[in-house]
């Protein structure tokens, strides 16, 4: 199952491309594995419904490297790559909203699927907290595309977040209370976004029951 | 995950172009009560003292460039890439999961082997078998106390040290004893004992110019009592007649007691309700 899902993320690259990731996936030391690692990326920033699953092709490599070689090289690409690409933010993000959101889903992803025993990897908290508060800037706020990236990777790795540094995630929310209460020309459906957010955190990273009804009770009309 | 977003995101994508300003009216017909009404029209004067720096649009890079690199750091590994970093990271787990276990392999050894070893190999964490359960199993503590630990070893002092004083010439109470990072101790104690056991180290620190590391023992003693009193000044809580009597009694022939040397916190808060169950 998680294979043919893998497959069905590769299928938007070209042939070989799918090649060279399927091999990376079953024979890592039979191919490039910076390559691999700079393909990931670069695909990454390019196509966001890549940038939120690519964390598990990730892993699978990662996995696959360590099982056959004992080896770690396309993590340390990986991340090496993440790092250069995290220096530049500011100016990807003046280039491309797009692909800023992107990157912030695909470290996000990384965040959440690869783990150094079973924990998050600490080298990642800090610019994983620094990216998300740059979407809670006032600028950031204004733009739909942001604040939904912002709350989904909060839904998706916040409680793991908040273990690693409360600190930060209380400054955090700071910005997301103040983003909602005071800032001007937020659009109704940002500020929906960021109160379910808030309430989320609230309870405990859940929704109660009522809630939930609240915020997705319109599916069911 | 919220499909109803996406449901809604060509509607508010609309508002993008249109009026920004609070037009609430789109939102209305489906949700129960109307956005504005939780918002504040005096908002500007009412909150601008509680604002932040990063609330203020011009100064936006200001905001976003200062968390970078503002948390703690580890210090003993100077890499700065995140591919280093993370791999130091995960042989730091991998041993501190392999001592664990060694510990634990130690301690089920049983007494009276356990004496032997004591006595023979003089390791310096092995006069704490006594605990059965009394073990720190917390990975991420154990992982802090490592750190601190490398941090003080990653010194010349260290290096210095180990090779002027064989293991088994170390006596308890008068050579720096690294403390035993697998049992429990309260987060104030054992950072203590790392404190004391730093100043202890710093007996070893690289001769300045004259003198060097050959003093006398006494001397040592008396530099780390100093240092002790030094570092009372920032447990302003702690009592220090209690931490003199102890530090004083240099030959006590006890093991345990020598582990509570320097560290009456521990005494207090987790020796107390742990004795019980010991005997």
Known sequence: MENSSDDYRIQALDQDTQTLLKTALKDPSSVNLEKVSNIIMDQSLKDQVFSKEAGRICYTIVQAEAKQSNGSAFRRNLLNRLQQEFKDREETRERSLQEWVCYVTFICNVFDYLKVNNMPMVALVHPVFDCLMRLAQPDALMNEEEVDCLVLQLHRIGEQLEKMNVQRMDELFFLLRDGFLLQEGLTSMARLLLLEILEFRAGGWLLSGTAHKYYYSEIAD | ?279
Request: overall charge neutral; some cysteine; charged content about 35%.
């Open chain 2, 1 to 279: 995950m919220s499909d109803w977003k996406r449901e809604n995101r060509h509607e508010a994508d609309d508002r993008e172009h249109g009026n920004r300003s609070h037009s609430a009216s789109r939102w209305s017909h489906c949700r129960k009560r109307g956005v504005d009404g939780s918002l504040r029209t005096k908002r500007d004067t009412e909150n601008s003292e509680k604002g932040h720096n990063n609330y203020k649009p011009d100064n936006r890079h200001d905001s976003f460039t200062t968390p970078e690199g503002a948390g703690p750091v580890s210090r003993c590994g100077r890499q700065t890439d995140w591919g280093s970093q993370v791999e130091e990271e995960e042989q730091l787990r991998k041993n501190v999961h392999r001592d664990m276990q060694r510990y634990r392999r130690r301690i089920l050894g049983g007494d009276a082997t356990q004496r032997e070893r004591r006595a023979s190999s003089g390791s310096s964490e092995s006069c704490d078998s006594r605990e059965g359960d009394n073990i720190e199993t917390d990975e991420e503590v154990l992982l802090r106390r490592q750190k601190q630990i490398n941090y003080g070893k990653n010194t010349l002092a260290y290096d210095r040290y180990i090779k002027e004083v064989p293991k088994h010439m170390r006596q308890p109470g008068v050579h720096p004893k690294t403390p035993n990072k697998f049992r429990k101790y309260s987060r104030r104690s054992w950072d203590q004992q790392i404190k004391l056991w730093k100043v202890k180290l710093h007996a070893w620190d690289p001769p300045a110019e004259e003198g060097g590391p050959e003093k006398t023992l006494e001397d040592r003693d008396e530099l780390g009592l100093d240092d002790v009193m030094d570092i009372e000044l920032d447990f302003p809580s702690l009592p220090n007649t209690q931490n003199v009597p102890v530090l004083l009694s240099t030959n006590n022939p006890s093991l345990e007691d020598d582990d509570c040397m320097g560290t009456p916190v521990k005494l207090q808060k987790t020796e107390t309700p742990a004795a019980p169950d010991m005997s």
